[in-house]
Every structure is written in C-alpha cells, then in structure tokens.
C-alpha cells in the first residue's frame, strides 16, 4: 500500500462574535481536520493517505471509527488539547440555535421550533464561504428574508478559505463533516442546537454497527453517532428533524408557500426547473422534485427513477434503498 503524507494547505478564518478562544481554537481544528481529509485526492484502494495535524483529544473516537470505515485517508493526531472544559465558559446568547441551511429540513425544524419556543429566543445559523453553501442561488436572501418575516435572529457568520477543492466538492466529500463543523460553530451561540436532518445509514446505536454499511462514511458526520459524541465533548444538546420526506410533506400541507419560496440549487444562473426540463436540472433541483412526488405518493417516471438510483442523489441514503 502506498502512503503519502500532506498537510493541509489551505486555513480556515472564523470571525465569531462570542465565546471563548479555546473554542475558537477547536473551531479551527475541526476545520484543518475537515480540509486535511478532503485535500483533493484520487480514491484509489492502493493509495491511503496520512495526515498529520492538530485535532482535540476529544475527538479520538471519532478520527479512529473514521479511519476503520474508509479507505482513503488516514488521520493522525499531531497535538491534543484538552478543550471540553473550555466549553462551559462560553456565554449563551441564544436558548435554541437552529442550523439553517434554507433548504427544506431546516425550514421544516425551524416551523417546528416556532411552536415551541417564543421567537426571541430562537435563532438560525446560516454560514457563509466560498464552498460551504456559496454555490445555491439567492441563497443567503431567501435565508434573510424568512428570517425576518418569521420574526427570528439570523446569525450569519463567515468561513473564509473553506476551500475543499474541486474533487470533494465532485464527490461530495464535503458533506462528511459539514455538519459537525456547522455544530461546532453553532456551539458558539447556545447549547441547544437543532438539525433539520439526519442521514444516519444504520440507525445504528454504537459505532461498530456502522463499520457494517459500507460507505457510511459519506454521511458520517451527519449520523446520529457521531452527533451524540460531538453533543458529549461540546456539552451541548442536539436536536434532529424529522425524515426529508416527512419535512416535504408537512410544508407541502401547511406551508406551501414557504416550500415554494425555499431553494437550494446549484446551478450558478438561474434557478433550475426540473418539473419542466428535467435534463437540464441540477442534482439539488431533481432532488427536492422527487422529494414533493414522493410526499404526494405519485410514482416516479423512468429517468427519475435512474436518478434515484445512481450517485447523483442528493437524498437519504435510505430512501435510494427503496428503489434498488
Ligand atoms: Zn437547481
């Protein structure tokens, strides 16, 4: 087996308005840790890479579970720190902060939320960057605006550099530990922190069932697992939506005006139409459209059924299953 060692090359600049530095400083390594392990590299079963750099003590059982499930990189610790601590010094400025992507799940969340806590003491975290969610049309206005009609706190803090490089973003990469980074910065503002979804492979309960499901690893940050150790060393609670179809459904029910304002999209132009010309759509686009046909129980047609069905999905894992 071929081993290259690299580090990662690229940093991560997080202005935040509160907390403390330790906890800027586990900002920072969750981020070099997210870059080092996305650094633009071939998947290739000969070619495992090592990356040495700075990662919390803390996070040991999650750098060692994600080293067992795949096979193209290997993390290694160079410091630890000892940050859990640090955690409890910072000032809450929120009683929720719900992380709002201004896609469907986190919108179905934040209506959610609404009806449990008064509205000023909720906020929504949007982060902005260059490849963390940049690339959506109109994105951050949709963001802002719903913020302000629903009369909720928009916190909008800036990655700067999050560079992942072409190859995550083809692969989606990425998306592994999005979310953990989304937690940790959200961890900033309040210790209740809500997530509109969960694409947690197994449902599994312990780590070692997720060694089971071959390519877990994808949507590893995003599993429930790994949420409920990051929950431990942050000392904060997280909250979880429901399915992305039962999110469909219920805007499509109660808010179907907010489910037509939404839009994540990735096409830099204009906003797709996959109802219309569903060849030209982007995978985002053709996602959310099969996500309302299945809320309706209306079948699918034969090139979304191929869509489902191939590594374009942008969905839950689960439901591509169904369809196999
Ligand atoms: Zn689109």
Not at 149 to 178: E, F, M
Not at 269 to 288: F, G, H, L, V
Not at 308 to 315: A, D, H, Y
């Amino acid at each position: 087996m071929l081993k290259v060692s690299v580090f990662p090359d690229k940093m991560f600049y997080i202005p935040c308005t509160v907390g403390d530095s330790t906890y800027h400083a586990l900002a920072a390594s969750v981020c070099s840790f997210a870059t080092a392990i996305n650094y633009p590299i071939e998947p290739h079963p000969e070619i495992r890479i090592e990356s040495d750099f700075d990662v919390p003590l803390q996070f040991a059982d999650i750098v060692e579970k994600y080293n067992r499930l795949q096979s193209y990189t290997e993390v290694h610790f160079v410091r630890t720190s000892e940050v859990s601590k640090y955690v409890d010094y910072i000032e809450e400025s929120w009683p929720i902060v719900n992380l709002f992507s201004g896609g469907k799940d986190s919108m179905a969340k934040l209506l959610s939320i609404l009806s449990q806590y008064e509205k000023r003491d909720i906020a929504c975290m949007y982060v902005r960057g260059t490849t963390i969610n940049a690339e959506f049309v109109d994105e951050y206005k949709v963001v802002r605006q719903i913020c302000n009609n629903l009369g909720v706190q928009l916190l909008d803090p800036i990655v700067y550099h999050a560079d992942y490089g072409d190859y995550s973003l083809k692969v989606r990469l990425r998306a592994i530990w999005r979310n953990m980074l989304l937690i940790v910065m959200a961890r900033g503002y309040s210790s209740r922190i809500s997530i509109g979804d969960n694409y947690d492979p197994t449902f599994c309960t312990d780590f070692s069932a997720l060694e089971a499901y071959p390519g877990s690893f994808m949507n590893f940050s995003a599993t429930k697992i790994v949420q409920d150790s990051l929950a431990q060393i942050l000392r904060a609670e997280i909250e979880i939506g429901s399915s992305e179809i039962e999110n469909t459904r219920f805007l499509m029910r109660h808010h179907p005006e907010i489910l037509k304002a939404i839009r994540s999209c990735f096409n830099p132009i204009q906003p797709c139409d996959a109802e219309r010309n569903w060849s030209n759509a982007c995978r985002k686009c053709k996602t959310n459209h099969i996500y309302v046909k299945l809320a309706e129980n209306v079948p699918l047609s034969e090139p979304e059924l191929e869509f489902v069905r191939s590594k374009e999905w942008l969905g839950d894992p689960q439901e591509r299953k169904r369809f196999l």
